[in-house]
């Protein structure tokens, strides 16, 4: 079926009040639009309403209106369409929210929300803020749904009890006069669900601001949106939250003795580790493998800004010299260099880590890499899957702690295995004494040596393999 000489139907993708929403192709520019068909037996007066206010907005989380039809039977608005998943069904997948994730999706929501707030000469009060009309896309949170979204004129009007319960602000099921202050309730109920969502004990830090944005007086809530968002934002950077935030350690170079040795997957995992233990980490990928990049189009990460999370996993692809992502000042930053060793050893940092193969044919890359790096104060030695024969030779020969990656087939999900090595790791501090460091390969398992035939060290689907 092809509405208006334009529009090729593909399917139904939801029903809302009186309307219907269809996924769409424009058949000239072959792009996906969504188009929402309302009856002219219903009332078509709010949905029209909702398409000409999306037409004088203009911001990038809110989707755009192309055009309004008719015909004998129905109204038809095209709008544009957000491919992804609400924030909804996100919550269902409880790794996915994580502290972070908390703080930067409802700040998103709250530019928005602020955007819309201060709209001249009336500002538009959204009134209907859930998690359902959140859509987490490959661009970052898109706000959908501006169905009963009205301008507030200077008195102020009334509205009825339109909107879902549990986010709706007293005044609205009383039919009283609403405000900015209405979305700020929504906001905080929307906060309150994510942290119930997550359901760790750090995230009930957010709880106060929470519980303040919806306080059942209006007069008790922040003022306005930037009041929220600037005590959010205190919150989170204070000392209270950042205890775990270690004082000294803000950059870590990994690097391996040759291609294909696991360092991307060991530097993922760190960042995993790091993030679950609240201590923001940002991955950057600074090889030229671009499997960063691979990984991300295969799917499964939700983009923020240019970061992009997959549960408590936070980095970025190796962008070209043009792009800039925002990175936290407060962040810890994981380099994976690859097997790129010179520039790596280049690279000031406060850790380096080294990935070294443990079969006897690799050693002779090993102590090329370990020659660079041997002079570097904080630097350790890491043999991926050795044994504590391999490792103890290393020991030896370098008179320093070698510690062993585990037997891991996903980067993303963090094992008590690796937990316990980078807990050793981050603790260590100038290696010991040399008698101590010759000791040490005892942090090496003993694993079978057919262990080592086959490395799957990619991230994502972990489709490639060490050659050899």
């Known amino acids: 079926m092809i509405w208006f000489d334009r529009y090729l139907v593909l399917s139904e993708i939801g029903k809302g009040s009186g309307s219907t929403v269809y996924l769409v192709r424009h058949q000239k520019l072959g792009e996906y639009r969504a188009v929402k068909r309302i009856p002219k037996s219903s009332d078509t007066t709010r949905q029209i309403r909702e398409a000409h206010i999306l037409n004088h907005l203009k911001h990038p989380k809110i989707p755009r209106i192309y055009d309004i039809e008719e015909d004998d039977e129905a109204c038809y608005i095209v709008e544009e369409y957000i491919e992804g998943e609400s924030l909804e069904a996100v919550m269902l997948q409880s790794s996915f929210i994580t502290l972070n994730f908390i703080y ?8 928005i929300l602020e955007y819309l707030h201060q709209l001249k000469p009336y500002p538009v009060i959204y009134q209907d803020l859930k998690a359902e009309h959140i859509m987490i896309t490959k661009q970052g949170i898109r706000l959908i749904d ?15 009890n339109f909107g879902t319960p549990e986010y709706c602000a007293p005044e609205k099921e009383k039919a009283g006069i609403i405000s900015v202050k209405t979305d700020i309730y929504s906001l905080g109920k929307l906060l309150e669900a994510m942290i119930n969502a997550n359901g760790e004990k750090e995230s009930q830090c957010l709880m106060r601001i929470a519980k303040k944005a919806a306080a059942y007086e209006a007069d008790e809530r922040y003022p306005t949106i930037g009041a929220f968002k600037k005590d959010l934002t205190e919150h989170m950077h204070s000392k209270k939250f950042s205890t775990n935030q270690k004082h000294l350690l803000k950059k870590i170079v990994v690097a391996g003795s040759q291609p294909h040795i696991g360092t991307t997957h060991a530097a993922i995992a760190m960042n995993v580790y790091l993030n679950q233990k609240n201590r923001l980490c940002i991955y950057k990928e600074e090889n030229t493998s671009r499997m960063m990049r691979k990984a991300i189009l295969e799917g499964g990460f ?3 800004g240019g970061l992009y999370r997959r549960g408590n996993f936070l980095g970025m ?5 043009g792009v800039q992502a925002d990175i936290p000042k407060e962040a810890i930053e994981i380099m994976d260099f690859g097997s790129d060793i010179a520039k790596a050893v280049s690279e000031e940092a406060d850790r380096y880590l080294l990935l070294t193969g443990s079969k006897e044919w690799e050693m002779e890359a090993a102590k090329t890499a370990y020659k660079a790096f041997k002079e570097k104060a904080e630097f350790t030695m890491i043999v991926n899957y050795g044994s504590s024969r391999i490792a103890k030779k290393y020991a030896v020969e370098y008179g320093r702690s070698i510690y062993c990656f585990p037997l891991d087939a996903d980067p993303f999900y963090m094992t008590k295995e690796k937990e316990k090595l980078f807990e050793r790791l981050l603790e260590q501090k100038g290696g010991g004494s040399e008698a101590e460091k010759c000791t040490k390969y005892w942090n090496c398992r003993k694993y079978l040596r057919q262990w080592g035939n086959t490395f799957i060290h990619s991230i994502g689907k972990l489709c490639s393999k060490r050659s050899g």
């Open 146 to 160: 501006f169905g009963i979204a009205a301008y507030l004129d200077d008195t102020g009007n009334k509205f009825q």
């Open 104 to 111: 930067h999706t409802i700040m998103e929501v709250a530019d």
């Open 302 to 304: 939700l983009k923020e």
């Open 317 to 321: 692809p190796k962008y070209g010299a």
